[in-house]
Nanobody
């Protein structure tokens, strides 16, 4: 059974930082492409950051230079370091794993940024 468990969300002030973690189980993590997505109220889910199995990263324009995605294959964990947070970063953040044509999602963690 595949599980993606996010942690680290919460409340931050504008300009502050938060760090998210996503622990994966039930997959061969080192082969998975991992990603962080977010969904704000009334909006569609959008891509935040992606990291391939080989460590290549991609970011949405809205978070470039502020967010950093990384992975630790020894811990089966992907991270999202979020700096210089803005109120518009407020959303539920979801972890995603893509491996062997299968797609898995975590349950989401709330990030709220106050102005």
């Amino acid at each position: 059974q595949v599980q993606l468990v996010e942690s680290g969300g919460g409340l931050a002030q504008s300009g502050g930082s938060l760090s998210l973690s996503c622990a994966a189980s039930g997959i061969t993590f080192r082969f998975a492409a991992m990603g962080w997505y977010r969904q704000a109220p009334g909006k569609q889910r959008e891509t935040v950051a992606l990291i391939s199995s080989s460590g290549v990263t991609n970011y949405a324009d809205a978070v470039k230079g502020r967010f950093t995605i990384s992975r630790d294959n020894a811990k089966n964990t992907v991270y999202l370091q979020m700096n210089s947070l803005k109120p518009e970063d407020t959303a539920v953040y979801y972890c995603n794993a893509q491996i062997f044509n299968s797609n898995y999602w975590g349950q989401g963690t709330q990030v709220t940024v106050s102005s």
